[in-house]
Protein backbone atom coordinates (compact mmCIF):
# COMPACT_ATOMS: atom_id res chain seq x y z
CA UNK A 1 0.00 0.00 0.00
CA UNK A 2 1.17 3.41 -0.75
CA UNK A 3 2.31 5.78 2.16
CA UNK A 4 -0.15 7.10 4.79
CA UNK A 5 -2.01 9.84 3.66
CA UNK A 6 -1.29 12.73 6.99
CA UNK A 7 -0.94 15.88 7.50
CA UNK A 8 0.84 18.02 9.64
CA UNK A 9 -2.48 20.05 10.07
CA UNK A 10 -5.22 17.61 10.69
CA UNK A 11 -6.47 17.07 14.59
CA UNK A 12 -5.54 14.00 16.09
CA UNK A 13 -8.65 12.15 16.30
CA UNK A 14 -8.65 11.94 12.07
CA UNK A 15 -5.03 10.93 12.22
CA UNK A 16 -6.09 7.93 14.63
CA UNK A 17 -8.93 7.22 12.13
CA UNK A 18 -6.41 7.24 9.18
CA UNK A 19 -3.80 4.96 10.77
CA UNK A 20 -6.33 3.18 12.35
CA UNK A 21 -7.97 2.17 8.85
CA UNK A 22 -4.18 2.04 7.63
CA UNK A 23 -3.51 -1.20 9.78
CA UNK A 24 -6.85 -2.84 8.98
CA UNK A 25 -6.50 -2.65 5.64
CA UNK A 26 -3.22 -4.52 5.80
CA UNK A 27 -4.91 -7.65 7.27
CA UNK A 28 -8.73 -7.39 5.50
CA UNK A 29 -9.78 -9.70 2.76
CA UNK A 30 -11.61 -8.09 0.00
CA UNK A 31 -15.70 -8.24 0.08
CA UNK A 32 -16.90 -11.49 -0.66
CA UNK A 33 -18.45 -12.36 -4.15
CA UNK A 34 -20.97 -14.33 -2.95
CA UNK A 35 -22.48 -11.46 -1.25
CA UNK A 36 -25.65 -10.02 -2.91
CA UNK A 37 -23.63 -6.54 -3.27
CA UNK A 38 -21.18 -8.10 -5.52
CA UNK A 39 -22.64 -10.36 -7.75
CA UNK A 40 -22.17 -9.28 -10.45
CA UNK A 41 -19.01 -7.06 -9.73
CA UNK A 42 -15.33 -8.53 -9.04
CA UNK A 43 -14.74 -6.23 -5.87
CA UNK A 44 -11.13 -6.62 -6.71
CA UNK A 45 -11.40 -4.21 -9.52
CA UNK A 46 -11.66 -1.27 -7.11
CA UNK A 47 -8.16 -2.34 -5.49
CA UNK A 48 -5.83 -1.28 -7.71
CA UNK A 49 -1.79 -1.84 -6.63
CA UNK A 50 -0.97 1.43 -5.54
CA UNK A 51 2.75 1.37 -5.37
CA UNK A 52 3.90 3.26 -7.19
CA UNK A 53 0.60 5.03 -7.94
CA UNK A 54 0.39 8.78 -7.60
CA UNK A 55 -2.20 10.10 -5.39
CA UNK A 56 -4.54 12.53 -7.38
CA UNK A 57 -6.28 15.29 -6.14
CA UNK A 58 -9.70 16.83 -7.93
CA UNK A 59 -9.69 20.22 -8.80
CA UNK A 60 -13.22 21.16 -7.20
CA UNK A 61 -15.18 24.24 -7.73
CA UNK A 62 -17.33 25.13 -5.10
CA UNK A 63 -18.91 28.81 -5.77
CA UNK A 64 -21.77 29.98 -3.22
CA UNK A 65 -23.76 33.39 -3.53
CA UNK A 66 -23.25 36.22 -1.04
CA UNK A 67 -26.76 36.28 -0.01
CA UNK A 68 -26.07 32.50 0.76
CA UNK A 69 -22.83 33.44 3.22
CA UNK A 70 -24.61 35.69 5.47
CA UNK A 71 -26.59 33.13 6.07
CA UNK A 72 -24.20 31.07 7.67
CA UNK A 73 -23.79 28.48 4.90
CA UNK A 74 -20.53 26.70 4.85
CA UNK A 75 -19.20 25.37 1.54
CA UNK A 76 -15.30 24.08 1.69
CA UNK A 77 -13.13 21.80 0.33
CA UNK A 78 -12.91 18.92 2.77
CA UNK A 79 -9.14 19.38 3.94
CA UNK A 80 -10.27 23.03 4.71
CA UNK A 81 -13.48 22.05 6.70
CA UNK A 82 -11.30 19.79 8.94
CA UNK A 83 -9.10 22.84 10.14
CA UNK A 84 -11.96 25.61 10.54
CA UNK A 85 -14.63 23.16 11.38
CA UNK A 86 -13.15 20.19 12.97
CA UNK A 87 -15.41 20.54 16.09
CA UNK A 88 -18.33 20.06 14.04
CA UNK A 89 -16.88 17.34 11.86
CA UNK A 90 -15.79 15.56 14.81
CA UNK A 91 -19.55 14.94 15.54
CA UNK A 92 -20.43 14.20 12.05
CA UNK A 93 -17.56 12.47 9.83
CA UNK A 94 -17.14 8.74 9.21
CA UNK A 95 -20.31 8.06 11.74
CA UNK A 96 -22.29 6.42 9.37
CA UNK A 97 -19.47 5.28 6.93
CA UNK A 98 -17.51 3.33 9.87
CA UNK A 99 -20.73 1.30 10.70
CA UNK A 100 -19.96 -0.82 7.85
CA UNK A 101 -16.22 -0.67 6.88
CA UNK A 102 -15.09 -3.29 4.19
CA UNK A 103 -11.81 -3.16 2.25
CA UNK A 104 -12.82 -0.80 0.08
CA UNK A 105 -14.12 1.69 2.44
CA UNK A 106 -10.85 1.68 4.64
CA UNK A 107 -8.69 2.19 1.14
CA UNK A 108 -10.65 5.29 1.11
CA UNK A 109 -10.23 6.16 5.36
CA UNK A 110 -6.40 5.94 4.99
CA UNK A 111 -5.92 7.74 1.96
CA UNK A 112 -8.63 10.85 1.18
CA UNK A 113 -7.01 13.22 0.36
CA UNK A 114 -10.16 15.86 -1.49
CA UNK A 115 -13.51 16.67 -1.73
CA UNK A 116 -16.21 18.89 0.30
CA UNK A 117 -18.37 19.91 3.39
CA UNK A 118 -21.39 21.70 2.91
CA UNK A 119 -23.04 22.81 6.09
CA UNK A 120 -26.74 24.40 5.88
CA UNK A 121 -27.45 26.24 9.15
CA UNK A 122 -30.81 25.65 11.29
CA UNK A 123 -33.77 27.63 8.89
CA UNK A 124 -32.06 28.78 6.22
CA UNK A 125 -33.57 27.68 2.52
CA UNK A 126 -30.93 28.10 -0.26
CA UNK A 127 -32.83 29.66 -3.10
CA UNK A 128 -30.50 29.03 -5.69
CA UNK A 129 -28.74 25.48 -6.72
CA UNK A 130 -25.31 25.03 -5.51
CA UNK A 131 -23.47 23.63 -8.55
CA UNK A 132 -20.02 21.53 -7.34
CA UNK A 133 -17.44 20.49 -10.28
CA UNK A 134 -15.00 17.99 -9.35
CA UNK A 135 -12.35 16.95 -12.28
CA UNK A 136 -9.69 13.96 -11.86
CA UNK A 137 -7.04 14.62 -14.59
CA UNK A 138 -5.56 10.89 -14.08
CA UNK A 139 -4.27 8.21 -11.33
CA UNK A 140 -5.79 7.16 -8.32
CA UNK A 141 -8.04 9.66 -6.10
CA UNK A 142 -10.03 8.88 -2.75
CA UNK A 143 -12.37 11.50 -2.10
CA UNK A 144 -14.83 12.37 1.00
CA UNK A 145 -17.82 14.52 0.89
CA UNK A 146 -19.92 15.33 4.17
CA UNK A 147 -23.56 17.06 4.10
CA UNK A 148 -25.33 18.32 7.06
CA UNK A 149 -28.68 20.14 6.94
CA UNK A 150 -30.01 21.27 9.58
CA UNK A 151 -33.55 21.36 11.51
CA UNK A 152 -35.83 23.31 8.64
CA UNK A 153 -33.21 23.88 5.95
CA UNK A 154 -33.27 22.94 2.21
CA UNK A 155 -31.21 23.08 -0.59
CA UNK A 156 -30.60 21.91 -3.87
CA UNK A 157 -27.53 20.39 -4.81
CA UNK A 158 -25.88 19.54 -8.34
CA UNK A 159 -22.85 17.38 -7.95
CA UNK A 160 -20.66 16.69 -11.63
CA UNK A 161 -17.65 14.34 -11.82
CA UNK A 162 -15.90 15.02 -14.49
CA UNK A 163 -12.37 12.81 -15.29
CA UNK A 164 -9.82 12.55 -18.49
CA UNK A 165 -9.80 9.87 -20.71
CA UNK A 166 -6.52 8.62 -19.19
CA UNK A 167 -6.82 5.86 -16.84
CA UNK A 168 -8.01 6.86 -13.11
CA UNK A 169 -9.52 4.92 -10.16
CA UNK A 170 -11.65 6.90 -8.03
CA UNK A 171 -13.16 6.04 -4.59
CA UNK A 172 -15.90 8.05 -2.82
CA UNK A 173 -16.99 7.90 -0.08
CA UNK A 174 -20.24 10.32 0.89
CA UNK A 175 -22.27 10.55 4.12
CA UNK A 176 -25.30 12.73 4.40
CA UNK A 177 -27.51 14.00 7.44
CA UNK A 178 -30.55 15.54 6.88
CA UNK A 179 -32.07 17.48 10.43
CA UNK A 180 -35.52 17.61 11.38
CA UNK A 181 -37.89 19.20 8.78
CA UNK A 182 -34.99 19.78 6.41
CA UNK A 183 -35.11 18.97 3.02
CA UNK A 184 -32.20 18.33 0.16
CA UNK A 185 -33.03 17.54 -3.54
CA UNK A 186 -29.20 16.30 -4.59
CA UNK A 187 -28.63 15.38 -8.35
CA UNK A 188 -25.24 13.33 -8.82
CA UNK A 189 -24.02 13.01 -12.40
CA UNK A 190 -21.29 11.01 -13.52
CA UNK A 191 -19.66 11.89 -16.30
CA UNK A 192 -16.58 10.15 -16.24
CA UNK A 193 -13.88 9.00 -18.88
CA UNK A 194 -13.48 6.15 -20.81
CA UNK A 195 -10.91 4.61 -18.71
CA UNK A 196 -12.13 5.61 -14.88
CA UNK A 197 -13.01 3.03 -12.68
CA UNK A 198 -15.03 4.32 -9.89
CA UNK A 199 -16.69 3.19 -6.36
CA UNK A 200 -19.50 5.26 -4.42
CA UNK A 201 -20.26 4.25 -0.99
CA UNK A 202 -23.00 6.89 0.53
CA UNK A 203 -24.97 6.73 3.12
CA UNK A 204 -28.47 9.29 3.97
CA UNK A 205 -29.23 9.38 7.52
CA UNK A 206 -32.96 10.72 7.83
CA UNK A 207 -34.27 12.91 10.68
CA UNK A 208 -38.04 13.53 11.54
CA UNK A 209 -40.17 14.93 8.61
CA UNK A 210 -37.16 15.70 6.37
CA UNK A 211 -37.22 14.49 2.25
CA UNK A 212 -34.24 13.86 0.10
CA UNK A 213 -34.43 13.31 -3.28
CA UNK A 214 -31.98 11.65 -4.50
CA UNK A 215 -31.16 12.11 -8.59
CA UNK A 216 -28.63 9.57 -9.57
CA UNK A 217 -27.44 10.48 -13.50
CA UNK A 218 -24.63 7.59 -14.84
CA UNK A 219 -23.53 8.24 -18.30
CA UNK A 220 -19.64 7.85 -18.45
CA UNK A 221 -17.13 5.85 -16.93
CA UNK A 222 -15.69 2.12 -18.13
CA UNK A 223 -17.01 0.71 -14.65
CA UNK A 224 -18.68 2.19 -12.23
CA UNK A 225 -20.25 1.01 -8.81
CA UNK A 226 -22.84 2.78 -6.00
CA UNK A 227 -23.63 1.52 -3.33
CA UNK A 228 -26.29 3.90 -1.91
CA UNK A 229 -28.57 3.57 1.68
CA UNK A 230 -31.13 5.60 2.89
CA UNK A 231 -31.49 5.09 6.92
CA UNK A 232 -35.06 7.09 7.64
CA UNK A 233 -34.44 7.22 11.11
CA UNK A 234 -37.45 8.92 12.61
CA UNK A 235 -41.58 9.41 11.89
CA UNK A 236 -42.61 10.61 8.16
CA UNK A 237 -39.09 10.74 6.91
CA UNK A 238 -39.09 10.38 3.22
CA UNK A 239 -36.49 9.00 0.71
CA UNK A 240 -37.30 9.36 -3.28
CA UNK A 241 -35.23 7.86 -6.03
CA UNK A 242 -34.54 8.54 -9.42
CA UNK A 243 -32.15 6.89 -11.34
CA UNK A 244 -31.05 6.80 -15.02
CA UNK A 245 -28.64 4.79 -16.50
CA UNK A 246 -27.57 5.11 -20.17
CA UNK A 247 -24.21 2.93 -21.38
CA UNK A 248 -22.88 1.95 -24.83
CA UNK A 249 -19.57 0.51 -25.63
CA UNK A 250 -18.51 -1.71 -23.22
CA UNK A 251 -19.70 0.11 -20.53
CA UNK A 252 -20.61 -1.57 -16.96
CA UNK A 253 -22.83 0.04 -14.28
CA UNK A 254 -23.72 -1.62 -10.99
CA UNK A 255 -25.89 -0.32 -8.98
CA UNK A 256 -27.26 -1.09 -5.06
CA UNK A 257 -29.79 0.75 -3.26
CA UNK A 258 -31.55 -0.40 0.11
CA UNK A 259 -34.14 1.28 1.29
CA UNK A 260 -34.41 0.90 5.48
CA UNK A 261 -37.29 1.97 7.18
CA UNK A 262 -36.22 2.34 11.24
CA UNK A 263 -39.57 4.24 11.99
CA UNK A 264 -43.00 4.32 11.40
CA UNK A 265 -44.72 6.58 8.45
CA UNK A 266 -41.77 6.75 6.46
CA UNK A 267 -41.81 6.57 2.88
CA UNK A 268 -39.78 5.73 0.34
CA UNK A 269 -39.72 5.21 -3.63
CA UNK A 270 -37.24 4.65 -6.42
CA UNK A 271 -37.92 4.50 -10.14
CA UNK A 272 -34.90 3.38 -11.94
CA UNK A 273 -34.52 3.54 -15.93
CA UNK A 274 -31.82 1.96 -17.38
CA UNK A 275 -31.02 2.20 -21.61
CA UNK A 276 -28.25 0.07 -22.87
CA UNK A 277 -26.53 -0.11 -26.31
CA UNK A 278 -23.64 -2.18 -28.16
CA UNK A 279 -21.81 -4.35 -25.09
CA UNK A 280 -22.94 -2.40 -22.11
CA UNK A 281 -23.83 -4.04 -18.98
CA UNK A 282 -25.81 -3.10 -16.16
CA UNK A 283 -26.70 -4.14 -12.74
CA UNK A 284 -29.29 -3.08 -10.04
CA UNK A 285 -29.85 -5.31 -6.92
CA UNK A 286 -32.44 -3.08 -4.70
CA UNK A 287 -33.06 -4.06 -0.98
CA UNK A 288 -36.30 -2.81 0.98
CA UNK A 289 -36.46 -3.15 4.88
CA UNK A 290 -38.80 -2.57 6.85
CA UNK A 291 -38.40 -3.25 10.99
CA UNK A 292 -41.03 -4.90 12.94
CA UNK A 293 -41.24 -1.71 14.70
CA UNK A 294 -42.06 0.43 11.73
CA UNK A 295 -45.71 0.84 11.42
CA UNK A 296 -47.52 2.61 8.13
CA UNK A 297 -44.75 2.72 5.95
CA UNK A 298 -45.28 2.94 1.96
CA UNK A 299 -41.90 1.84 -0.26
CA UNK A 300 -42.22 1.60 -3.97
CA UNK A 301 -39.28 0.40 -6.15
CA UNK A 302 -39.62 0.30 -10.24
CA UNK A 303 -36.53 -0.70 -12.13
CA UNK A 304 -37.32 -0.62 -15.96
CA UNK A 305 -34.24 -1.48 -18.85
CA UNK A 306 -34.26 -0.78 -22.56
CA UNK A 307 -31.77 -2.74 -24.93
CA UNK A 308 -30.77 -1.39 -27.90
CA UNK A 309 -28.65 -4.10 -28.98
CA UNK A 310 -28.89 -8.36 -28.53
CA UNK A 311 -25.19 -8.03 -26.98
CA UNK A 312 -26.79 -5.27 -24.12
CA UNK A 313 -27.35 -7.05 -21.02
CA UNK A 314 -29.42 -6.09 -17.62
CA UNK A 315 -30.12 -7.38 -14.36
CA UNK A 316 -32.07 -6.64 -12.10
CA UNK A 317 -32.93 -8.06 -8.42
CA UNK A 318 -35.49 -6.50 -5.96
CA UNK A 319 -35.31 -8.04 -2.24
CA UNK A 320 -38.07 -7.55 0.12
CA UNK A 321 -36.93 -7.83 3.91
CA UNK A 322 -40.41 -6.67 5.31
CA UNK A 323 -41.43 -7.81 9.12
CA UNK A 324 -44.40 -6.09 9.52
CA UNK A 325 -47.64 -6.66 8.62
CA UNK A 326 -49.46 -3.21 9.14
CA UNK A 327 -47.93 -1.30 5.70
CA UNK A 328 -49.46 1.40 4.22
CA UNK A 329 -47.90 0.29 0.61
CA UNK A 330 -44.99 -1.95 -0.65
CA UNK A 331 -44.65 -2.63 -4.18
CA UNK A 332 -41.80 -4.07 -6.74
CA UNK A 333 -41.62 -3.81 -10.44
CA UNK A 334 -38.89 -4.90 -13.08
CA UNK A 335 -39.19 -4.69 -16.62
CA UNK A 336 -36.50 -5.94 -19.46
CA UNK A 337 -36.85 -5.87 -22.75
CA UNK A 338 -35.17 -5.66 -26.50
CA UNK A 339 -35.83 -2.14 -28.28
CA UNK A 340 -39.54 -2.13 -30.35
CA UNK A 341 -37.94 -2.91 -33.72
CA UNK A 342 -41.75 -1.50 -35.42
CA UNK A 343 -41.03 1.22 -33.53
CA UNK A 344 -37.83 2.06 -35.22
CA UNK A 345 -38.56 1.24 -38.34
CA UNK A 346 -41.80 3.16 -38.30
CA UNK A 347 -40.17 6.03 -37.42
CA UNK A 348 -37.54 5.26 -40.04
CA UNK A 349 -40.37 5.37 -42.42
CA UNK A 350 -41.35 9.08 -41.54
CA UNK A 351 -38.23 10.21 -42.52
CA UNK A 352 -35.79 9.82 -39.54
CA UNK A 353 -32.13 7.88 -40.15
CA UNK A 354 -31.63 5.18 -37.49
CA UNK A 355 -29.79 7.01 -34.82
CA UNK A 356 -32.19 9.70 -34.81
CA UNK A 357 -34.86 7.26 -34.25
CA UNK A 358 -32.95 4.91 -31.57
CA UNK A 359 -32.36 8.39 -29.91
CA UNK A 360 -36.16 9.56 -29.99
CA UNK A 361 -36.99 5.86 -28.59
CA UNK A 362 -34.64 6.53 -26.06
CA UNK A 363 -35.75 9.92 -24.87
CA UNK A 364 -39.48 8.30 -24.45
CA UNK A 365 -38.00 6.02 -22.44
CA UNK A 366 -36.47 8.03 -19.94
CA UNK A 367 -38.96 10.99 -20.01
CA UNK A 368 -41.27 9.29 -16.92
CA UNK A 369 -38.21 9.54 -14.79
CA UNK A 370 -37.20 12.56 -15.97
CA UNK A 371 -40.62 14.20 -15.39
CA UNK A 372 -41.06 13.21 -12.12
CA UNK A 373 -37.61 15.42 -11.12
CA UNK A 374 -39.30 17.99 -8.83
CA UNK A 375 -36.98 21.34 -9.83
CA UNK A 376 -37.21 22.70 -13.06
CA UNK A 377 -33.36 23.51 -12.96
CA UNK A 378 -32.54 20.30 -12.02
CA UNK A 379 -34.68 18.90 -14.65
CA UNK A 380 -33.27 20.69 -17.39
CA UNK A 381 -29.45 19.94 -16.04
CA UNK A 382 -30.51 15.84 -16.62
CA UNK A 383 -31.98 16.58 -20.04
CA UNK A 384 -29.14 18.58 -21.00
CA UNK A 385 -26.38 15.60 -20.09
CA UNK A 386 -28.60 13.29 -21.60
CA UNK A 387 -28.78 15.09 -24.85
CA UNK A 388 -25.22 15.26 -24.64
CA UNK A 389 -24.58 11.57 -24.29
CA UNK A 390 -26.98 10.74 -27.48
CA UNK A 391 -25.22 12.45 -29.79
CA UNK A 392 -22.02 10.21 -29.12
CA UNK A 393 -24.27 6.81 -29.28
Given at each position: ?????????????????????????????????????????????????????????????????????????????????????????A??????????????????????????????????K???????????????E?R??????????????????????S??F????????L?????????????????????????T???????????????????????????????????????????????H???????????????????????????????????????????K?????????????????????????????D???????????????????Y????????????????E?????????????V?R????????E?????
Open positions: MTQLKEKINEPQWLLDKRRAANDSYKVASAPDRVSHLWKYTDPSIFLPELNGLKLGESKIELPLTEEALKKGVVLLEINSAMKEKSNLLNYFDRLASKELNKINLLNEALWSTGYFLYIPKGVVEKPVVIKSSLPRDFARILIILEEGSSVNLIDENLSSDEAINTVSEIYGKDSELTYLNINLNGKQTISHLFQRSLGQNSKLTNLVVALGGKISKADIRYILNEESAASHTYGIVLGDDKQFDHHTILDHQASFTKSSLNFRVALKDKARSAYTGNLKIIHEALCSAIQENRNLLLSKDAKAESIPELEILTNVERCSHGVTMGQVDKDQIYLMSRGLSQKEAEKMVIGFLEPTISRIPDELEEVKSRIEKLKTL
